[in-house]
């Protein structure tokens, strides 16, 4: 079997006039995560990322803390899911109000909770994709990356919490309300890893955050 190592993004720009990027305490994240990988010599055979700007700068912080350079292949399967249509079609068929701007992060993080579990039962209209087809796409995802490297022995994926946690449901059956409270709880530059092969996948850790927690500094503690 092959393993594949899923990274969740560093901090995004939360607040800012575009998340799609890391913030600088996102950078230092993914860095110290790649200068942790070079310390316990892992070595991967293949790279994978979503489109998103976000997912680029984590693998290239990984590998800028690895002390390597080579390329990484970008697919849209490991893309998050679009969260504020999600949140829109949710507050069009609620009728509850986005939270301001200056709310607490749980606010938001509730109102996301409710719009995902509305989403998973088919109750919100004209959204990029159904949640059945978010899961299709990431199970695909990999799929596709172990085809196309057959040969590979350690995989790395760049990717969002929301693809990370509908994998980890649907590899363990999770229901929708537990892969949901799951999802929140994925930290900003956690890494989760899997043993694949084209019939079968095993997780073998989750939500990995030594290399955080070595800097005893709780800031680099982040879910956003």
Excluded at 39 to 52: H, S
Aim: with cysteine; proline share 3%; glycine share 6%.
């Amino acid at each position: 079997m092959q393993k594949i190592t899923f990274v969740r993004h560093g901090q995004a720009s939360y607040g800012s006039d575009n998340y799609d990027k890391l913030s600088e305490l996102g950078h230092k994240q993914t860095r110290l995560l790649g200068e942790y990988f070079k310390k316990i010599d892992y070595q991967f055979d293949a790279i994978y990322t979503g489109n998103m700007i976000r997912h680029h700068e984590t693998a290239e912080q990984i590998l800028n803390g690895m002390d390597v350079s080579t390329h990484f292949n970008q697919i849209p399967n490991f893309d998050e899911f679009d969260f504020e249509a999600v949140v829109a079609a949710y507050l069009a068929f609620s009728g509850e109000t986005l939270p301001c701007k200056d709310a607490p992060r749980s606010d938001f993080y509730r109102l996301l909770k409710q719009a995902m579990l509305a989403w998973s039962n088919n109750q919100l209209l004209h959204l990029p994709e159904t949640w059945q087809a978010f899961q299709h796409r990431v199970v695909a995802g990999v799929k596709h990356a172990i085809t196309q490297h057959p040969n590979a022995q350690h995989i790395l994926v760049a990717t969002s919490g929301g693809a990370i946690a509908m994998l980890k449901g649907h590899v363990l059956g999770l229901s929708v309300d537990k892969l949901v409270d799951m999802n929140l709880q994925i930290r900003n530059a956690s890494f989760h890893q899997y043993l694949v092969s084209p019939s079968h996948m095993l997780e073998t850790s989750f939500n990995q955050i030594g290399h955080l927690e070595l800097q005893a500094n709780k800031a680099l503690l982040t879910y956003s």
